[in-house]
């Protein structure tokens, strides 16, 4: 039996934002030894080259220096040695984002791939990483969060983890620094929450409301066998917000003031938004760490990996995330449809979702979903966004057609059973497949135009079914999420066909709607928008101007496109229906108010 590879990482400086990170290796390859690191972090589909960090690199055994030979961008190879091999890197740590490293005098956080390399050829044999004390004054009252298995170790503690092999060595982020930790129970399974952030965070409700939610979803799929622990590592800065799914954790950024205080009473959106996220990664536990696209089985973290299932992995998760904080109880069905609605929003005001299907936006998730510019509206789709609004359409179409007796959680619950736990992989069309098996339904039309066409869903007839009505207004604003109605009188009339954002003092076009009255009018991305009609316009007054004008009327543009000075002229078009918001039918009949109660479970 190989022994195990040895890793160490500590703050070499951490004012440089520098980490040491050294790897012990037993029995190298005689022939010379491969060392990579990934181009890329599992959940976050674009090539990232985290071996650009590195800043230094050396080799040595016995205390004898051996050479290293760069092979390309991520991987180096050592000269012949018989003998125990240590590498040492050097690696730039100021990524402050859930899928990076970063360490300064306040803190330390890493995620394995942006710092632990990869023994090529011997991937599969178990590793242990020391974490070594920092040794800075305002660290001594640091503890370490992961959910990487303690070796020796305490809980909490700096010193000896392990894993079984490279795979789940990567898969532990660490957070160290002051953190106030919270700890439950779901389902008899530990579960602990590390918060970094100078917060004033009610715990206690924290913890009972991530019980809850956790609760529910260990109810609807079951405990995944390896399943003893789940860590949530939680940054909470003045303002942030992201996730990433880990297989036995994750790590989330949300704004402090997301967090409930004590005293607070009912949930505010700001703290609904965290449980949703929350919620999310929680979901990804079954749905992509351990059920997961066959070309992820396993990873090859050195180049792009292309499937057409992110809009199963994280379209799917979409729809449950915001449909548990209603069925565990955590908000009222008013909620969770406003929340519907707004996701109806964001996929209609998409351009984009005409031009392009969930399945090439999941293909292309790494050079253009993952890198979008000003044209994204106009060329992309979600495939978080309309695969949330695909899975609804199933759910409901399933609730339908079979009168009830099959539904997108049977499906789930199927899939789970056929590739959550057995390391083969979903196969391309293996969803489609098994979801026309259980249901015993042609589903062959549906996936075609859902999820290979750009057509639109038939949403409003499926929720009328089950006793909902949709509704599409304009907006009344560029703060407008939809998902709620509104005065006609609070509306706007006219449209732009653009979004303005603040750079500094400047108010500048982000993006343009293709054909819309700015594009037509000669506007590009980038370009500073001085005055209209000889008017200064700011972000921040743009609403109240805008609603002066009506469909038709005509305007000038002064605008900046870098130091010229152009002026240009726009006819206003009518502001297009593109919010939606949902409302329980006042005149539904009985079986429609049975079928909504059953797919809500709210009664």
Known sequence: MSEAHRYSIRALDAAAHLFEVRL??????PSGQVFALPAWIPGSYMIRDYARHVVAIRAESDGV???VEKLDKSRWRTALTERALTLVLEIYAHDASVRG????????YFNGPCVFPEVVGQENVACELDILAVDIPEANSWRVATSMNRAGAEQYGFGTYAAADYEELIDHPVEIGELSIG????????????IRGNTRADMARLCHDLETLCTYHMQMLGAPADLDRYVFLLHAPGHGYGGLEHRWSTSLVCDRDSLPNRGDDGISPEYRTLLGLVSHEY??????????PAVFTPYDLSQETHTELLWVFEGITSYYDDLALLRSGLIPQAEYLELLGQTMTRVLRGAGRRRQSVAESSYDAWTKFYKQDANAGNSIVSYYAKGALIALALDLKLRSETAGRVSLDDVMRACWGQWGENGEGMPERGFEMLAGEISCLDLGDFFDAA?????????????????????????????????????????????????????????????????????????????ELVAIDQMRVGV????????????????VLTVFRGDELLTMKLTWAEAPSDTCYLEVASEADSDAGKRLAAWLKAG
């Open 183 to 194: 700890e439950f129970q779901a389902n008899g399974i530990p579960h602990i929450i590390a």
């Open 24 to 29: 012990t290796v037993s029995a190298p390859d």
């Open 451 to 527: 999820v290979r066409g750009t057509g639109e869903l038939g949403l409003e007839q499926l929720l009328r079914d089950h006793g909902v009505d949709l509704h599409l207004r304009k907006a009344k604003g560029r703060e407008d999420k939809g998902g709620d109605d509104v005065a006609e009188n609070g509306l706007r009339i006219a449209w732009l066909g653009a979004r303005l954002v603040a750079e500094g003092s400047k108010t500048v076009f982000s993006s343009l709607s293709n054909g819309g009255p700015a594009e037509r009018a000669g506007v590009s991305p980038d370009d």
């Open 283 to 292: 979901f990804h536990l079954w749905n992509v760490k351990r059920m997961k």
């Open 65 to 67: 220096g051996v050479a």
């Open 540 to 555: 921040s007054d743009s609403d109240a101007r805008i609603r002066r004008y009506r469909p038709g009327d005509r305007s």
């Open 101 to 108: 490293a970063h360490l300064d005098t306040t803190h330390a």
